[in-house]
């Protein structure tokens, strides 16, 4: 069902699944936003699913980075022989091979999405969901003073309860834990670095003044490495 899917997701931190037919053959991929958004009571599972990208383990590493570079997939589908998925590839995997690829010189700001989508923190929690829903990303840089504060992701928000949603300000709901942010001259790696430590898939960039000028993405990085890797032919195993 809808609900076990999304419970699933919830519980493994993960933002996607395969739906196979009865032989165990790939049919289409299940995305968060569908189980949480589209009247998961009425629907079915393959009602919800939407086709995606696929890949071989023997295709090149380039076309598997190409894929979340240039189609806007988050992740592409990896099938054996008989059309059975083995496992994704996602920007979560270019983060691990961000650090072979990138050079040193690389900018962060090359990477970055801008302007980044930025909300005080006494906005409704309601309205930053459908912000993100409407501009289609997954993180808002909260702002106080014109200064980043936090970051509130699109699952820190879905998986809320739905008073909380309905009734809280962003600042009630953020975590405790201190920003994780860096300046708007770091290098990507340097970015990658803290995406690695801290686990996280969002990194504000600020100014001098603590302003956000754009955020670096597990999915950014993922584009960027595609646009470098486009002839690569290692394969993916």
Not at 30 to 35: E, I
Not at 76 to 99: E, H, M, N, R, W
Not at 179 to 187: D, P, Q, W
């Amino acid at each position: 069902s809808p609900q076990l899917c999304a419970s699933l997701m919830h519980q493994n931190a993960i933002r996607h699944l395969p739906v196979v037919d009865s032989q165990n053959k790939f049919i289409g991929l299940l995305h968060d936003t569908m189980v949480l958004h589209k009247s998961p009571s009425t629907l079915s599972i393959v009602a919800l699913c939407a086709p995606a990208r696929t890949i071989t383990p023997n295709d090149p590493l380039g076309k598997a980075l190409g894929i979340l570079s240039t189609s806007g997939s988050e992740c592409a589908v990896v099938l054996d022989k008989q059309q059975k998925p083995i496992g994704l590839f996602t920007s979560t995997d270019a983060i691990f091979l961000a650090q072979h690829i990138l050079p040193a010189s690389c900018a962060a700001r090359r990477a970055a999405s801008t302007p980044a989508l930025t909300i005080g923190s006494d906005t409704q929690a309601l309205e930053v969901l459908t912000q993100m829903l409407r501009h289609s990303v997954r993180h808002s840089v909260v702002v106080e003073d014109a200064r980043a504060c936090g970051v509130v992701s699109y699952r820190d928000l879905a998986f809320s309860k739905p008073e909380d949603i309905w009734n809280c300000t962003i600042k009630s709901l953020m975590q405790t834990q201190e920003l994780v942010s860096c300046n708007e001259r770091s290098s990507l790696l340097h970015v990658v670095g803290l995406m690695k430590q801290h686990n996280i898939g969002c990194v504000p960039l600020v100014n001098n003044d603590g302003a956000p000028t754009g955020v670096v993405t597990r999915t950014d990085i993922a584009h960027m490495l595609g646009l470098m890797t486009l002839h690569d032919s290692t394969p993916i195993t």
